[in-house]
């Protein structure tokens, strides 16, 4: 079992940044894959992006490839989302969440926990 909670939301105006943390606690969290989701309204949930159980790679949806940045710091239990260039579109509720699977996956089934999800408003 691993317990997710997200900080780091808020009200940004277009093309600002906003850096958005998951602490993880319970079991190691070295064996997940961290991956980050959002929803908007009305719209269903997305990935985001994921990195490697090591930190050594990272894989990003189109919509945010080279302007959203995720690392993690396996001494802390923390992953991070840092979002820049930051897009009215980009209005959502991030989620991070935690897959034990031996392939990084994309889909929101493979991921076994979830955080509550952090509110991010890009105004235009």
């Known amino acids: 079992q691993v317990q997710l909670v997200e900080s780091g939301g808020g009200l940004v105006q277009a093309g600002g940044s906003l850096r958005l943390s998951c602490a993880a606690s319970g079991r190691s969290f070295s064996r997940y894959t961290m991956g980050w989701f959002r929803q908007a309204p009305g719209k269903e949930r997305e990935f985001v992006g994921f990195i490697s159980k090591s930190g050594g790679g990272t894989y990003y949806a189109d919509s945010v490839k080279g302007r959203f940045t995720i690392s993690r710091d396996n001494a802390k239990n923390t992953v991070y989302l840092q979002m820049n260039s930051l897009k009215p579109e980009d209005t959502a509720v991030y989620s991070c969440?935690?897959?034990?699977?031996?392939?990084?996956?994309?889909?929101?089934?493979?991921?076994?926990?979830w955080g509550q999800g952090t509110q991010v408003t890009v105004s235009s």
């Open positions: 969440a935690a897959d034990d699977g031996v392939v990084a996956r994309t889909f929101t089934s493979a991921y076994d926990y």
